[in-house]
């Protein structure tokens, strides 16, 4: 069993500390366990179960089925994830991307940008997981058509 600290929990869900907490106290998030003193933590197991509820909801995927996600991340029965899950907020995906907010949302309305996940109050997030992939789908797009460019300059020599 992996205990993760606060600071690993605010980089793994994208979350701020007091919504952690307000979110925990509410029954919304994982409580923390208490490590001894005043030092708590929380297992992996339950971040990533928390992550895989919160994509299971936005796919509309029923508890312990398999489900492979539009953008290539795979859960399996038991909730259980090949994938290291990690949640991006906007500033992040935006760092990642290079791309600007306004074209990130107009991407996802279009369908061609993975779809964020619902986290907690009125937050979203999207997994780093998808988002690689799409920028790996991207730069195979680019690199196929750059592939048929020489071509199409030597038939109109």
Known sequence: MQILRLRDVIQTTGLGRSSIYKFSGQGLFPRPITLGGMSVGW??????????????????????????????????????????????????????????????YKYIHEREFPLPVSLVGASVGWLRAEIEYWLACCAEESSDESLDEPEAQSEAA
Not at 43 to 55: N, P, S, Y
Not at 80 to 85: A, G, K, R, S
């Open 43 to 104: 297992t992996t197991k339950r971040i990533d179960q928390w992550i895989v509820e919160r994509v299971r909801e936005r796919d509309s995927v029923p508890d312990n089925a398999e489900h492979t996600t539009s953008w290539a991340v795979t859960i399996g029965k038991g909730n259980i994830c090949q994938t290291d899950l990690q949640i991006l907020r906007i500033k992040q995906v935006i760092e990642l991307t290079g791309l600007a907010r306004a074209t990130v």
